[in-house]
């Protein structure tokens, strides 16, 4: 059997499969970041917790409500989105014309409330949710038994990653939104509904911190400390890629997954840590990061 | 003229009130109290004379902590050559990190501190010698001067000689030359550039202080409750030093001095009473003060002392 | 209304001196108020251990002593979230012993913060019974026999037990997922040691960090190793994850996964059909016999949850030094704490429990084996016992003890 570095080939490929599935979190959140960053100069700091409530909305209607999961799958990210534009219209608009940074303090503090209160009517050790029967079983690839769920997320998300990149970069409506991005004042008077469109930005950017939420309630435990942990590493993936690009942070989220992935392997201490050397290196040598300007 | 005055006689106040509080109040806490306003100050030079927010500045804290409890426990050091060698540490990761971060402005800025603060403390909770979650414990407070400092008195007033002196020097760099160069970097930073500073040597400095003075609070907390832990250098501690700078006014004096004593006697009352909901409650505060009471307690009472006096504010 | 005031006056003269002069014939009770602390984390990751249940058994554990007993002085108790943080945790316990009369802690989760509090309780010359925290230096390295015991479980215990009983039925080969610090690197020791020292093999082990969210990369690397077994040495929501991304890659159809800190709170959050066949070791089960039995439904009826071994322990704890306290009239440490020693405990939780002169309270541990969902006659009904550890083979043997007391002793 051929091997690297005494791993066989098959079990390395493997591994970079499930690189991929966590690849497509990182992408399907930093995605999310950077479509609110370019509409509301805002750094969501609550998108970690929007990401967990988006698991826990699909666990409620589970158990309140008899739901399964591909009704959830459409719910539970409208009803994150629909609290994400009750937060802009209530909170956040407030801030626009102040310093950014009151933006990244707010959405913290939005963070702190959210989780805390998950916690107190859960617990923390969190709530079981079972993978949808349509998707439980494992393909054989060949090289390994890729669990179909595992799969199933690589694809959704991609899937969503590629129209989210469709919509902005092609048609009339992500014409209008990078208009309203890069001058506002001139897009409004140009008839178009800025503040709607600011609203309906941050709605879908939740969204679809909100569906990866759903993706990942049946592959990891659903509770209220589950998006805190991500979201600092998300932040990494953001300054790597530079949030000026919709292509530049899903190519980034993918990467870095697969990276850490292959960490897991020859060096599984330092898998936590990878994605912030790599930053570290990226700004010493890109500051602006791998695909972003410098304004 | 007026104001000036106004601020002696507040130092003044302040300084009697620190002399005769342990005799009122658990000296224990006040130096609690003591060290997170210190923290919280170096922290305001950095946010509030400077304009840059550091999320990982609980890195500082932790760190500087970790090097002072190893220093007086296994090096056997003398405490106050312990919290030097601490604080130093400190000041050395502040220039390690400053650097890499600086090169960032605004929001990705304070992406950069949380995320190399993230790493670091990662590297903590695998390293031996901290102990890991267990903590770095049973560090002895040693003598000074002959005097055993185990005896809460005595480490009380070497604690407050530490913060007063500390916080003379932030008031020193605020007022100085240099602190002018800081406040218009913060204000206007192109402006800054084109007239000639080399601002991202500027903007380090104040880093590699802020730091230093964080670790210093740091080093002294640790001295004060024989430990060190992991929640000094956690990303939860980042975000309270915010709030404390935030809740009592960024840019002031008084300021994180005021929203230290507030969050860190919040914490400690809240601990019996409301249990699991204390998060939630620093989080409404949190978008309190962002909504509505940006100025903090201390910038709101000089606003509304300015208004009540009829002179103009700015 | 002046009568009153000065009837109130009167009895508040009076009733200090007869209950002192009561409490004099006895023997001493500061305050007459024996006053006990439960400082647990009511909110972070270990508040589903301990937490509110361990308040909620402390309060059970006076309110029976109080009907069966009818003791002269008062208890009283009080409790707080330390937030697991040591500093607030210590700030805490400083202001109970000097300003409240807290005679005595318990739970006190988090190694860290127990640490911390066990220092202060040494100083103040008080008594720790920990029920919550997990690391050996309690009892090792910070012992402090004196005052501090620790009631309910360690890392050794835990590790030791499955590393031994597993390895005798024949699962021989091991592979170990650690999480990368203190905690994990201490069980993954002791259960290399067990292992070993049984005859097995530890083929393989992978450290990952903390908190880690995906584990299925870890799994596949112990699938790929072929071991017997699978020991968790990780906790919360790791062991969680690990287990649920366990069944997910198929690995439970060959392997045999072990837990070495779970307990039955774990088990319900990931449901019997995700955890059927683990094995681990438990200090308590409360559906092992009519007596745990008639205990923890009490319990279940006042938390909605069965208790697991932390709050079933901090009743034990508390209920046993209170009984200490009735037996000698005095609530003065050092006399307390003789008492405790030399009185064996026989409660549900224990049978022949015994204090050791390092601190450490040995009582049988229970190996357990998860149920199939079918097996399964009512909720909570989680375990099949495989095997009864006894005290003196779960815990670490007083020879091996770091102890400095115990070490000076054994050096006159």
């Known amino acids: 059997m051929t091997e690297i570095f ?47 409530m988006g698991a826990i909305f699909t666990w409620m209607f589970m158990e309140y409500l008899g739901i399964g999961y591909w009704w959830s799958l459409v719910l539970a990210p409208i009803s994150v989105g629909l609290i994400g534009i009750a937060i802009e219209r209530l909170l956040l608009q407030w801030l626009y014309k102040l310093d950014h ?73 992500g014409a209008y939104l990078r208009a309203a991005t890069e001058n506002p004042a001139l897009t409004q008077a140009f008839g178009i509904n800025v503040p709607l469109m600011v609203m309906l930005t941050y709605g879908f950017g939740v969204g679809l911190a909100g569906l990866a939420g759903v993706l990942a309630a049946p592959a990891t435990q659903v509770g209220p ?61 890109r500051p602006a990061g791998l695909f972003g300007r410098e304004k | 003229m007026n104001s000036n005055r106004s601020v002696q006689i507040a130092y003044a106040i302040g300084l009697v009130l620190l002399l005769i509080a342990p005799s009122l109040i658990y000296p224990v806490l006040i130096m609690k109290v003591l060290c997170f306003a210190l923290f919280a100050c170096a922290f305001n030079l950095l946010l509030g004379y400077t304009g840059l927010l550091s999320f990982g500045h609980a890195v500082f804290l932790g760190s500087a902590a970790y090097i002072t409890g190893h220093a007086l426990k296994v090096w056997e050091l003398p405490t106050l050559l312990g919290i030097l060698v601490g604080t130093a540490g400190a000041a050395g990761l502040g220039w390690v990190i400053g650097s890499l971060a600086i090169r960032r402005q605004g929001i990705y800025f304070a992406m950069v501190t949380l995320a190399l603060s993230q790493m670091v403390y990662f590297f903590f909770l695998q390293a031996s010698f901290t102990g890991g979650e267990d903590g770095l414990q049973g560090v002895p407070r040693g003598t000074l001067f002959g005097l055993d400092l185990a005896d809460d008195t005595n480490l009380y007033y070497l604690v407050v000689a530490i913060f007063v002196g500390a916080f003379w020097l932030i008031q020193r760099t605020i007022h100085s030359p240099f602190g002018q160069i800081l406040k218009a970097i913060r204000e206007n930073e192109p402006r800054a550039i084109s007239l000639g500073y080399d601002v991202a040597k500027y903007k380090l400095l104040a880093f590699v202080l802020s730091a230093g003075l964080a670790g210093l609070a740091g080093a002294t907390k640790t001295v004060v409750f024989k430990f060190a832990t992991l929640t000094d250098a956690h990303w939860h501690t980042s975000g309270e ?42 989080g409404v505060i949190f978008v309190v003060c962002v909504l509505a009471f940006r100025r903090g307690i201390v910038g709101e009472s000089i606003a509304l002392y300015k208004r009540m006096i009829g002179e103009k504010t700015r | 209304m002046k009568r009153k005031l000065l009837a109130l006056t009167l009895s ?26 439960v400082l647990t984390d009511m909110s972070g990751v270990y508040s ?122 024949g699962k021989d080969t091991w592979f ?22 049984n005859g097995g093999k530890v083929v393989g082990n992978v450290r990952h960090p903390l908190n880690a969210s995906d584990f299925s990369s870890f799994l596949l690397q112990a699938q790929a190793s ?158 099949n016992i495989k095997q009864v550890i006894p005290g003196d083979q779960a815990f670490q043997p007083m020879a091996a003890s770091r102890c400095p007391a115990v070490l000076a002793a054994k050096k006159k």
Not at chain 2, 251 to 259: A, D, E, I, Y
Not at chain 3, 271 to 277: E, N, S, V, Y
Request: aromatic share 8%.
């Open chain 1, 225 to 285: 400390l589950m998006g805190s942990n991500l979201i600092i590493t998300v932040f990494a993936v953001v300054v790597i890629g530079g949030m000026g690009s919709i292509l530049g942070s899903i190519l980034t989220g993918l990467g870095l997954g697969l990276i850490e992935g292959l960490t897991k392997v020859f060096y599984p201490e330092a898998s936590a840590t990878v994605v912030f050397i790599i930053m570290a290196i990226v700004l010493m040598f």
């Open chain 1, 6 to 52: 005494g791993v066989p080939i098959q079990a390395l490929a493997g591994q970079l499969m499930l690189g991929l599935v966590n690849g497509s979190f990182y992408a399907m959140l930093s995605l999310g970041l950077a479509v609110i960053f370019g509409m509301l100069n805002i750094i969501n700091f609550a998108h970690g917790a929007l990401y967990m």
């Open chain 3, 226 to 383: 072929k071991a017997k077994v699978v020991g968790l040495a990780n906790a919360g929501g790791d062991t969680i994850n690990s287990i649920k991304a366990a069944n997910e890659f198929g690995l439970t159809k060959n392997q045999t996964l072990v837990g070495l800190l779970t307990t039955v709170v774990d088990i319900h959050a990931l449901g019997l059909q995700t955890t059927q066949g683990m094995m681990f070791t438990e200090g308590f089960y409360w559906n092992l016999n009519p007596e745990t039995r008639e205990w923890s439904r009490r319990f279940f009826a006042k938390h909605k949850k069965m208790p697991n071994m932390l709050p079933a322990g901090a009743y034990s704890a508390v209920t046993h030094y209170l009984k200490a306290v009735q037996a000698t009239g005095t609530d003065d440490t050092a006399t307390v704490m003789k008492k405790m020693k030399d009185t064996p405990i026989n409660d549900f939780f224990a049978k022949n429990g015994k204090i050791r002169d390092d601190g450490r309270m040995v009582h049988d541990m229970l190996l357990v084996e998860v149920k199939k969902p079918s097996e399964s006659k009512e909720p909570w009904d989680y375990y």
């Open chain 1, 101 to 173: 940074l009151y933006g990244l303090l707010l959405t913290f503090g939005l963070a702190l409330i959210l989780e805390g209160f998950f916690r107190h009517l859960y617990g923390v050790a969190g709530q079981p949710y079972s993978i949808p029967d349509e998707l439980s079983g494992a393909i054989n690839l060949g090289f390994m038994f890729l669990p179909k769920y595992r799969a199933w997320i690589i694809v959704a998300s991609l899937t969503v990653c590629l129209v989210t990149w469709y919509v902005i970069e092609k048609t009339r409506l």
């Open chain 3, 176 to 197: 170990l997922l650690t999480a990368d610090y203190a905690f994990g690197h201490s069980l993954e020791k002791d259960t290399t040691n067990a292992v070993i020292a």
């Open chain 2, 241 to 282: 030093v915010v709030l404390m700078t935030l809740l009592g006014g960024m840019g002031t004096v008084f300021g994180p001095v005021v929203g230290a004593t507030v969050i860190v006697s919040l914490q400690n009352e809240l601990a019996d009473k409301v249990g699991s909901l204390v998060t939630v409650i620093m």
């Open chain 3, 12 to 37: 508040a003269l009076l009733l200090p001196a007869a209950g002192s002069a009561l409490a004099q014939a006895k023997g001493k009770i500061s305050g007459d108020v024996v006053k006990i602390g």
């Open chain 3, 48 to 169: 589903d251990l301990g937490g509110q249940g361990s308040v909620v058994a402390a309060q059970m554990a006076i309110d029976d002593f109080k009907a069966k007993y009818k003791p002269t002085f008062k208890i009283e108790l009080v409790s707080a979230d330390h937030q697991n943080k040591a500093d607030v945790g210590s700030n805490k316990i400083r202001e109970w012993y000097d300003t409240q009369g807290v005679d005595m802690v318990t739970d006190v989760l988090n190694s860290a913060v127990a640490l911390a509090v066990a220092k202060v309780t040494t100083e103040k010359n008080k008594i720790m019974l920990n029920a919550g925290a997990a690391s050996t230096r309690i009892t090792n390295e910070d012992c402090a026999p004196n005052n501090v015991v620790h009631y309910v479980y360690d890392t050794y215990a835990l590790a030791n037990g499955p590393g031994k009983a597993v390895t005798k039925l």
